[in-house]
């Protein structure tokens, strides 16, 4: 493989969805995979559109939301490289159940789902790691679902916070103080609680000196402090 292709099967293969593959496998992924870049605020693709590709994110980051009849929105996941999102486009072309757009400037490799179903033809045995990979997704998405229902809105903030600063540390933040771009209302949709909640939560925190707030980013100064509050 050219040099290009290899860091693509090497990006692949970082994917938990993908880590499962072959090095023979992820060259055939790579192979119909497409690079794809989009501008700060830009949709990627909106909450109804045909599910036609899916997204493994090089670096920039994206978030899916959905937004209710009222007009109000909230934020359901962000991503950040090595992340996976519209992966069902994999599998079939149902509509997208959610909106996902870029937060920053993002370079994706975008994988067409006409053309993985032709590879999983061509290769069953790909298509059965990719199902047993995709059941693991979704076995975690239950069980953290489960758990979010027994946590208040305190743990559930503070489960958050530590996501990302784990998330900024696999994008080469240090030991030390992890900054967050994040607002206090987006936040609070990814832990499901309201803002004022979690704004009276992150208070806490501010005054912990766990944290401290600016406009649009929080800095963490103690990420192991935020375990104390997550049961």
Sequence with gaps: ??????????????????????AEDLAHVA?????????????????????????VVRSGHARA?????DGR?????TFGPGDIFGELAMFDD????????????????????IDMRALLTRHPDIAVKLVIALGRRLRAANERLARQSFQTVQSRVAA???????????????????LLTATQTELAQLAGSSRESASRF?????RAGVISQGRGRLTVHDPAALQGYVY
């Design 160 to 178: 958050v916070l530590a996501q990302l600063v784990e998330q900024a540390r696999s994008e080469g933040a240090g030991d030390g103080d992890v």
């Design 1 to 22: 493989m050219a040099a290009s292709a290899q860091d693509t099967a090497a990006l692949l293969g970082r994917v938990p969805v993908f880590e499962a593959l072959r």
């Design 65 to 69: 939301v959905r937004e209710h009849a």
């Design 73 to 77: 929105q909230i934020t359901l996941a």
């Design 202 to 206: 992150l208070a806490v925190l501010e």
């Design 94 to 113: 149902e509509r997208r159940s959610a909106t996902v757009e870029a937060i920053d400037d993002l370079a994706v490799l975008g994988i067409p789902g």
């Design 31 to 55: 192979d119909v995979a497409v690079p794809r870049g989009f501008r700060a605020a830009e949709v990627v693709f909106r909450e109804g559109d045909d599910s036609d590709t899916c997204y």
